[in-house]
């Protein structure tokens, strides 16, 4: 079944755990984004940004590769990523993480710019932990950091952990700018219904969106109802494949 009156076309990506994710790619696949989750842990240096940024665009031409920002500028030593990466900055742990206004924040924030300016793009994606919360101190910092991002031109994708309600995230987003990165299903394959608006949409590889199967024309048919158009990543060990599944049930582009 194809949907075909939506005034502008849903934009696809994938997402990617590191970069072994492209040997499943193929020259047709419709990509118009390529998102780095490595970059969470371990960001590259910027002559191996553009030589990846180069790769990518090998195999999609038109994509956007866009770095998720360092965990030492979102995530502190108790937030479950410090083991995992490779690449550290010198200073004390307790002032790296959950957008405090240290130096060291700041350093790790540079080097996410720079690995973004290598990949040509304006675009990062910023994941908060749980910790961060909604209350004074987490609305605070968020507050300035997006305010300080909006001035400088970033444009963030802002992927918040924990016990966030979504007139919260769109409030945030709206005053700021900032695009909301939100499930689309429960692990039921229940679609999460919300406004698209200042959203884009993550289809993980898991529960019953391992395979999106007849999964793909429901939410087809949801974003045709859309009022806005929207961008849809799929991430897991299946994202190819998943993004496959809704292309195909998506008009034809160009």
Request: proline share 6%; aromatic share 6%.
């Amino acid at each position: 079944m194809w949907y075909e009156h939506r005034a502008m076309p849903t934009k696809l990506g994938v997402i990617l755990s590191d970069e072994r994710g492209l040997q499943a790619a193929r020259a047709a696949d419709s990509v118009d984004f390529v998102v780095l989750r490595s970059t969470l842990l371990n960001p590259p240096r910027q002559a191996a940004a553009r030589r990846l940024a180069s790769k990518i665009q090998e195999l999609h031409p038109r994509a956007e590769v866009i770095p998720y920002a360092w965990h030492l500028v979102t995530h502190g030593p108790d937030d479950g990523l410090r083991a995992l990466g490779t690449r550290a900055l010198p200073g004390e742990p307790l002032r790296f993480g959950r957008l405090q206004e240290t130096p060291e924040v700041q350093a790790a924030w540079d080097t996410t710019l720079a690995c973004a300016e290598a990949l040509g793009t304006q675009k990062i994606v910023l994941r908060t932990p749980a910790g961060l919360t909604p209350g004074p101190v987490g609305m605070k910092r968020l507050r300035a950091f997006f305010h300080a991002q909006r001035e400088r031109g970033i444009e963030l994708i802002w992927e918040a952990e924990g016990l966030w309600e979504d007139r919260e995230l769109s409030a945030l987003a709206r005053e700021y700018g900032v695009v909301n990165l939100v499930s689309t299903f429960d692990l039921t394959g229940r679609l999460l219904r919300r406004s698209f608006e200042n959203c884009w949409l993550r289809v993980d590889s898991a529960g019953a969106t391992e395979r999106l199967g007849p999964l793909a024309e429901e939410l087809a048919l949801e974003l045709d109802e859309g009022e806005a158009p929207t961008t849809v990543l799929f991430a897991g060990h299946r994202n190819y494949a998943n993004l496959r599944a809704l292309s195909a049930v998506l008009p034809a582009r160009d």
